[in-house]
């Protein structure tokens, strides 16, 4: 089980949004470094680091972000957030990134997928597979792509992939709770994949239930920023 601590970057600053909306934006914290290390220092190994400006203009943007926490921490980091290209991949690896996020790529170009399975290995490659309804959305959430999810997955677990990160866009940033039910239905039809759960955790309650139904990880994200849930309650799952 992995716990996942989040952090969004817009303007090279620590965000969160409601629902994936870039206009509900609250900033957090003006070095998205120190959080970083905040998370480090309590004992977490892992961070989930979104590039929501790289998100929206369909490239990799907060390149500064991405090597100031490679560099000085020892954190799992997985990044997410624009990513088209092989050789945004290559440095992004190059840099010390653990695993890439792949979403609306792997909607519009399943071909290259494919090809980065076998060229960097399944264990580098995160399939980001964010529903809203259970249907898949891209391009950092402004556009439906039309997929339901299980057929989305199946493709892709056909493939080759072996990582999973499911975001309910409908509860992401509101406090709600996760979807459960999702999650389920995810593991279920998949037990062979690594899942991670995004989106709506509220409580350490949330986390438990998480923890209950096998998700490999769970992203926290706001309810760390809102002292909702305790660095320190985390450290102990």
């Known amino acids: ?52 400006d790289g998100a929206k203009a369909g490239k990799v943007v907060s390149w500064d972000v991405v090597e100031q926490i490679t560099s000085n921490t020892k954190l799992n980091v997985d990044f997410g957030g624009g990513i088209k290209t092989e050789d945004e991949i290559v440095r992004l690896l190059g840099l010390g ?74 509860t992401d940033g509101m406090l709600s709770g996760p979807n459960i039910e999702l999650y389920e239905k995810v593991l279920l039809s998949f037990p062979q994949l690594h899942l991670i759960a995004s989106g709506g955790v509220s409580c350490i309650e949330d986390v438990h239930e998480l923890v209950r139904i096998g998700v490999d990880g769970i992203i926290v994200g706001k309810a760390i920023y809102e002292g909702k849930i305790s660095l320190e309650e985390l450290t102990t799952i």
């Not at 909607?107 to 980001?128: C, M, N, Y």
């Open 1 to 52: 089980m992995r716990i996942i601590p989040a952090i969004d970057i817009i303007d090279g600053k620590c965000v969160r949004l409601k629902q994936g909306d870039y206009l509900q934006k609250t900033v957090y914290n003006e070095n998205p470094l120190d959080v970083a290390k905040s998370f480090e220092d309590a004992g977490l190994t892992h961070l989930h680091l979104v590039d929501l």
């Open 97 to 170: 990134v653990r695993q890439v996020n792949l979403g609306s790529i792997a909607v519009h170009e399943p071909l290259k997928i494919t090809r980065w399975l076998t060229q960097f290995g399944a264990d580098k490659i995160i399939l980001s597979a964010d529903v809203k309804n259970e249907m898949i959305s891209i391009n950092g959430w402004q556009d439906d792509a039309l997929i339901h999810i299980v057929t989305f997955l199946k493709d892709y677990v056909h493939k080759g992939i072996e990582h999973v990160t499911c975001t309910d866009i409908s």
